[in-house]
């Protein structure tokens, strides 16, 4: 596609509920097409090749799993902003208890102008750790895609022990908990990030490690970024206490193979072909053959079969579809995400918020603003609410 939009509604909600209400103030609402080399394109069918090794271990990444979400406060007192271009940048916040977070965003990694923003995280609770005092930031806007991967350094400002350092990420605003991937050869904690919400530090015994490696993400990329965080982490947690003898860093790296072909061929591959007879799955494979390309190469510098060539394909599929918007939003607790097909027709929705799952009609009247409502029926109550957005 060959423009690019962005739109921020403000959605002013009226519920009448025997229950809570819920209210959203924004969405993001973009369709550019990402920057990538699509000289090698043709008529040929994309490529693909099945690699899983039988006898290595296997993940399902189709079958849904039930998410560990957390509850996630964060100090909006304490935040700062930046316009990123498509050249790259970087920004840096220092939060009210001296820890200091460094976002690094390479060139190529967005498409256009971003105004990008930190805001450091107050407390989090449910999440596997000793306790919910963390050093993590928000990252918005919420849903972002990054074409390159970005690194995020935190720098505690209470030290915490290499062993007892449990490195997380989460979407939204507390969805789907997991492990962050890392920089394993750093003393320093370099989370790395192709995508926002959340991410940080905190601290966790032996137990708490043992529990998160047991986590299973909801979607299949985060389910990835969980494996590639227990790899990544575990190679850390040997190099810096000097305890490789101890961890069989063969065994981690043969697993994380075997993961990231797996995805390959469960997800990726079956993404590429129905993009082929449907135009509206190209953005979708874009994102997970991205995903795939950038883990390999930071994990084992090594190239995926064929990706210069289907990512120009996809991208040839994408520019010639019908418009289509990944639109989403995050307020008081309530976070929502989709793909829509434009803006001048109506569209659903489903809001994710602390008292259930709701889901929103959105009729517009303009490409800036219309009717929304909605219906949220459990716990024996029912609510109901609508208005402009």
Partial sequence: ??????????????????????????????????VVDSTTASAEPLNGTATSDSSSPVIDFTTP????????????????????????????????????????IPANALD???????????????????????????????????HEMLTLT?????????????????????????????DPTSADIVIKLMNFSGAGVGSGSDAAWAANLQIQASSASTRLWQKFGEFSQSERRATLLGTEGETDSTDLANNLKSYLDDFEDQVVLKEMAAAELDCSHARQAIKDLLYLGRMRQVAFSTETPSFNENLGKLAKIMEECPATFLVSG?????????????????FELTVFAPDGVWPMDFTPTSETGGQMTGILTGSGCVQSGGGPY
């Fill in 330 to 346: 995050a307020s008081s607790g309530a976070y929502f995400s989709g793909m829509i097909c434009g803006l001048d027709t109506p």
């Fill in 154 to 182: 935190i720098s505690p400002a209470a030290e915490i022990p290499i062993q007892n350092q449990v490195i997380f990420g989460y979407e939204g605003n507390g969805q789907d908990y997991h492990l962050a991937g890392v």
């Fill in 1 to 34: 596609m060959k423009n690019h939009l962005q739109v921020f509604y403000v959605l002013m909600l009226v519920f009448l509920s025997s229950c809570s209400s819920l209210s959203a103030n924004s969405v993001n609402s973009t369709s550019a097409p990402p």
């Fill in 65 to 104: 799993a039930d998410p560990l979400n957390v509850t996630v406060t964060l100090d909006s007192s304490s935040s700062t902003s930046a316009t990123i271009s498509p050249d790259g940048g970087s920004l840096s916040l220092t939060a009210a208890d001296g820890s200091v977070y460094t976002l690094d």
């Fill in 112 to 146: 256009a102008d971003t105004v990008i923003t930190m805001i450091a995280v107050k407390s989090m609770e449910g999440a596997p750790l000793d306790s919910g005092d963390v050093s993590a930031v928000q990252l918005e806007p919420s849903g972002l895609f990054f």
